[in-house]
């Protein structure tokens, strides 16, 4: 009897750590290959996707983190900006680094999010300051799908 709990117990613990919700992200705006979506990789506390993006004509890498939406069905999403095939240095601004979703009555959303991004050159204290230069941000639509709500 107790080797049957153990081995039930043992078969079910993979199931509860499935994921809870899943993530697609898309940059909006672009037309061909580079416009595809990309699946987040998702755990049951949050789903992270890197997305290359086009900004100030090249391709750079945007790190999103959502984290899994409460009862409510709410959550937070979190931008951090890569690096670019130049090798140059880029940030997403203090502000909008650090937004929100919120789901509809069957638990979904799709939500686009503009994410603004300044190039960026490392000072002596290796914090990153502003070039100066304005660019058209990057627009990014989330699509979030819980499976159940935690």
């Not at 750590?17 to 037309?31: E, H, W």
Request: hydrophobic share 45%.
């Amino acid at each position: 009897m107790f080797f049957r709990q153990i081995l039930a117990i043992a078969l079910l613990l993979p199931l509860s750590a499935r994921a809870q919700f899943s993530l697609t992200a898309t940059q909006v705006g672009l037309a061909g290959p580079d416009a595809e979506s990309h699946a987040g990789n998702c755990s049951r506390d949050a789903c992270r996707a890197i997305i290359p993006v086009r900004w100030g004509g090249e391709v750079c890498a945007l790190n999103i983190r959502v984290a899994a939406p409460t009862r409510e069905g709410w959550g937070g999403v979190m931008f951090a900006a890569g690096p670019c095939q130049s090798g140059r240095k880029v940030a997403v601004s203090p502000n909008a680094s650090e937004t929100g979703y919120t789901l509809d009555h069957v638990f979904a959303a799709s939500q686009q999010f503009v994410v603004p991004l300044q190039s960026a050159a490392e000072s002596i204290a290796n914090k990153l300051i502003d070039d100066g230069v304005l660019h058209k941000p990057v627009v990014v639509r989330l699509d979030i799908i819980a499976h159940r709500p935690q």
